[in-house]
């Protein structure tokens, strides 16, 4: 329970609001880094011709695979973070959305790198 709870108290409310909106951030989240990871595979899948004056094949690589790896260090920390503070019954949206949002970020950063390792 939380600190400064006493038995016999009633339990301190939850918000429905920040249920569902911690929630809805959440199933975002995990949708967002499985599509990155179908267009992540594909992008590479489909890199037929890569000209070695403009075009890192290796760079690509990594690129698309860090991007991924940090993006699902950052969705486990946040939905961790997220679902402990809504068992604790404390307000928790601001970190599902903090988590969508830095997911984004990252990926966006991903895509940027891609972009300059296939000489794009």
């Known amino acids: 329970m939380p600190p ?3 038995p016999g108290w009633p339990p301190p409310q939850r918000s429905g609001a920040d ?3 911690s929630v809805v951030m959440m199933v975002l989240t995990v949708l967002l880094l499985a ?3 179908f267009m992540g595979l594909m992008s590479l899948a489909f890199l037929d ?3 070695p004056q403009r075009c890192s ?4 690589v990594n690129s698309v695979v860090g991007a991924l790896a940090v993006a699902l260090f950052v969705a486990f920390g946040g ?3 997220t679902v402990i503070r809504l068992a604790t019954r ?4 601001p970190f599902a959305v903090g988590t969508l949002g830095a997911c ?3 990926l966006f950063c991903g895509a940027v790198a891609y972009s300059i390792s296939v000489g794009g």
Do not use: E, N
């Not at 094949?57 to 690509?60: D, K, R």
């Not at 404390?90 to 949206?93: C, M, Q, R």
């Open 57 to 60: 094949v290796s760079g690509a």
């Open 79 to 81: 939905m961790l973070l």
């Open 4 to 6: 400064g709870w006493q």
């Open 104 to 106: 984004i970020g990252v």
């Open 35 to 37: 599509g990155s990871g």
């Open 49 to 51: 011709y890569c000209p």
């Open 90 to 93: 404390k307000t928790a949206w």
């Open 19 to 21: 249920i569902a909106v």
